[in-house]
């Protein structure tokens, strides 16, 4: 696990515009998305998630918002709700298209196109409703209605490279139940790393998440976590306590190496620990005015899970350690 931090520690100092130029995340935190070439994000908004614009050579902008979407009914029924309030809401509406549709990488979603005249102004709105983890979405794509349907591939495009913050983890350490997304601007990456066949000496293959945010990357901030799954089954307690060690005095080493140094240790005696349980350890580490927290959570049941959170404020590692106490093994 020293490479490990090592690793992060440069990649949340180097890597954030690299990753804001790949994916951006929603200023909820709840989702990231691929912005549409010549789209803009409208600052300063009161809607809860981001707002876009594509400034218009003809002085119009073509307007994309998103917004939660409640209730847990049927897409057919909601599509037919949709249909009814839209017609009772707008003047000149009209129907284009309504349809569920199977989008290749978000799944199944609600389309709905119409036209109308707001305020004034003839418009087609392309609408689409989506989940993403339980969670559902409406967005809407307003356009002049001279567009016609010129945009609308690139809208659908839009919508399908939606997904949640927590995706990449969830594809990636299938092995693992997250019962929460990932905090509020928060984003995660997985790597894996094949060490050779798995073994009591070797951890096999190593599947990583990588957790941090990319505004306190930037404000050269420490706050993340690590998740590393291996595919090797100890097989004695003496194996497993031997590497709940090597994954906590491991993780903790790297800011050793930095000039911190453990001030506060709350954890349990590792040579009598019931290794059928989840093994959690806490430790502050000081150096000069500089703080760090960090907890480990490990789990040594079946493949080898290690679970670091870290972060130098209170604040970001109460929410990272909520969030990272829902992490458990599939049974």
Same mark, same amino acid.
């Given at each position: 696990?020293?490479?490990?931090?090592?690793?992060?520690?440069?990649?949340?100092?180097?890597?954030?515009?690299?990753?804001?130029?790949?994916?951006?995340?929603?200023?909820?935190?709840?989702?990231?998305?691929?912005?549409?070439?010549?789209?803009?994000?409208?600052?300063?908004?009161?809607?809860?998630?981001?707002?876009?614009?594509?400034?218009?050579?003809?002085?119009? /902008?073509?307007?994309?918002?998103? /917004?939660?979407?409640?209730?847990?009914?049927?897409?057919?029924?909601?599509?037919?709700?949709?249909?009814?309030?839209?017609?009772?809401?707008?003047?000149?509406?009209?129907?284009?298209?309504?349809? #569920?549709?199977?989008?290749?990488?978000?799944?199944?979603?609600?389309?709905?196109?119409?036209?109308?005249?707001?305020?004034?102004?003839?418009? +087609?709105? #392309?609408?689409?409703?989506?989940?993403?983890?339980?969670?559902?979405?409406?967005?809407?794509? %307003?356009?002049?209605?001279?567009?016609?349907?010129?945009?609308?591939?690139?809208?659908?495009?839009?919508?399908?490279?939606?997904?949640? /913050?927590?995706?990449?983890?969830?594809?990636?350490?299938?092995?693992?139940?997250?019962?929460?997304?990932?905090?509020?601007?928060?984003? %995660?990456?997985?790597?894996?790393?094949?060490?050779?066949?798995?073994?009591?000496? /070797?951890?096999?293959?190593?599947?990583?998440?990588?957790?941090?945010? =990319? %505004?306190? &990357? &930037?404000?050269?901030?420490?706050?993340?976590?690590?998740? =590393?799954?291996?595919?090797?089954?100890?097989?004695?307690?003496?194996?497993?306590?031997?590497?709940?060690?090597?994954?906590?005095?491991?993780?903790? =080493?790297?800011?050793?190496?930095?000039?911190?140094?453990? @001030?506060?240790?709350? @954890?349990?005696?590792?040579?009598?620990?019931?290794?059928?349980?989840?093994?959690?350890? +806490?430790?502050?580490?000081?150096?000069?005015?500089?703080?760090?927290?960090? =907890?480990?959570?490990?789990?040594?049941?079946?493949?080898?899970?290690?679970? %670091?959170?870290?972060?130098?404020?209170?604040?970001?590692?109460?929410?990272?350690?909520?969030?990272?106490?829902?992490?458990?093994?599939?049974?």
């Amino acid at each position: 696990m020293k490479a490990s931090y090592s690793a992060f520690l440069c990649f949340i100092c180097c890597s954030a515009a690299a990753l804001a130029d790949e994916l951006r995340i929603d200023k909820s935190g709840a989702f990231e998305y691929r912005l549409p070439e010549g789209w803009k994000v409208f600052p300063n908004t009161t809607t809860p998630h981001d707002r876009l614009l594509l400034p218009g050579e003809d002085g119009l /902008n073509r307007n994309l918002t998103i /917004n939660n979407q409640g209730g847990t009914s049927d897409f057919p029924a909601l599509k037919a709700k949709y249909e009814r309030d839209l017609a009772a809401g707008l003047k000149d509406f009209k129907l284009v298209a309504s349809e #569920i549709v199977q989008l290749k990488n978000v799944g199944k979603a609600i389309r709905i196109v119409h036209t109308n005249t707001h305020p004034g102004i003839p418009v +087609r709105q #392309i609408n689409y409703i989506i989940e993403l983890r339980d969670r559902r979405y409406f967005i809407a794509c %307003a356009l002049p209605e001279a567009d016609g349907d010129k945009f609308d591939a690139a809208v659908a495009a839009f919508v399908d490279t939606l997904r949640s /913050n927590i995706a990449d983890v969830d594809r990636g350490l299938g092995e693992l139940v997250l019962s929460d997304a990932l905090p509020e601007g928060f984003s %995660a990456r997985v790597q894996e790393i094949k060490a050779g066949p798995p073994g009591p000496g /070797n951890p096999g293959t190593v599947r990583r998440a990588i957790v941090m945010s =990319q %505004a306190k &990357a &930037a404000a050269r901030q420490i706050a993340g976590a690590i998740i =590393q799954l291996e595919d090797r089954e100890l097989p004695t307690d003496q194996h497993k306590i031997a590497a709940l060690k090597g994954y906590i005095g491991g993780s903790n =080493q790297p800011w050793i190496d930095r000039g911190y140094q453990i @001030s506060k240790q709350d @954890s349990p005696d590792f040579d009598s620990v019931d290794t059928s349980k989840r093994t959690t350890a +806490r430790f502050t580490l000081q150096r000069e005015a500089q703080k760090l927290e960090m =907890q480990h959570l490990v789990f040594l049941t079946g493949p080898s899970i290690h679970v %670091a959170v870290f972060a130098d404020n209170d604040e970001d590692f109460q929410t990272l350690s909520k969030w990272a106490d829902s992490i458990r093994p599939k049974k």
